[in-house]
């Protein structure tokens, strides 16, 4: 990831969060049990502890036990956000004990041409771009059911794997830096989401919306810019457990 023509150091982030700690926020932000989704609950511990330092985006790798294990991407280690999460969060109750966290630096550069294996979860939702029978011009509609609908023929079967594949592709192109050799949909499901309206009076709201996972291989095609994808991530909800690249070598 590069400010101006310094290149800075982006970091995997591990932290486990007490899963009481998590549902504990979560009442006290007024949320039922049935509204409190692990993604929005982790967005706002992180938020508690870290403030704009909160490492985004992330990735819940596990829900299950008294722990919530999450990855995620920083520009900073993890004694560094201790030290924040000591200074910020203590009022609040939510301090990590030194064991909670911990991290290691990515690569400063990578090399175009370098093939990676990786694995990203996403939602893969457009907005719509005017009003029409069924949405409202902004709204946000699965991907699948935008396409179902703009098929003339309805008999005409629609592959909801290669409908989320292009959405997959289409983001990487749009941010650049690596291309998709090779994908494949590994899990899907339709996630129940609490969001917060925007205003002076923020309310919790439900919804549904897609959720799937593709991994695959892909090929780096610059360097700088596959680092600031990796900072960014991809797609919407990003700062709720969507986005994030998980990289690793690949198998011989």
């Not at 829900?63 to 900073?76: D, E, I």
Request: glycine share 10%.
């Amino acid at each position: 990831m590069t400010t101006g023509n310094t290149t800075q150091q982006l970091h995997m982030v591990r932290l486990h969060l007490p899963a009481d700690r998590l549902f504990a926020l979560g009442h006290a932000r007024h949320l039922s049990v049935a509204e409190a989704d692990l993604g929005y609950l982790t967005h706002c511990m992180l938020g508690e502890l870290f403030g704009d330092e909160a490492p985004k985006p992330f990735h819940l790798e596990s829900g299950a036990g008294r722990a919530v294990t999450v990855l995620g991407y920083s520009a900073q280690p993890a004694n560094i956000l201790l030290a924040r999460a000591s200074s910020y969060g203590r009022e609040r109750g939510t301090v990590l004990a030194p064991p909670d966290i911990a991290s290691k630096p990515l690569p400063a550069f990578f090399t175009a041409g370098q093939v990676l294996s990786f694995k990203v979860r996403i939602c893969p939702v457009v907005r719509m771009s005017s009003s029409g029978p069924k949405n409202r011009k902004g709204a946000e509609v699965d991907a699948f059911l935008r396409r179902c609908r703009q098929v003339a023929d309805p008999s005409q079967p629609v592959d909801r794997e290669d409908v989320y594949r292009q959405w997959l592709q289409g983001e990487v192109q749009r941010q650049g830096g690596c291309r998709l050799l090779v994908s494949r949909m590994s899990a899907f499901g339709i996630e129940k989401m609490t969001r917060r309206t925007q205003g002076e009076k923020r309310v919790a709201r439900g919804m549904q919306r897609p959720d799937a996972t593709f991994e695959g291989l892909l090929e780096v095609t610059d360097g700088e810019r596959f680092l600031a994808l990796l900072s960014r991530g991809l797609g919407r909800h990003r700062a709720f457990g969507f986005g994030m690249l998980l990289l690793k070598r690949p198998e011989a």
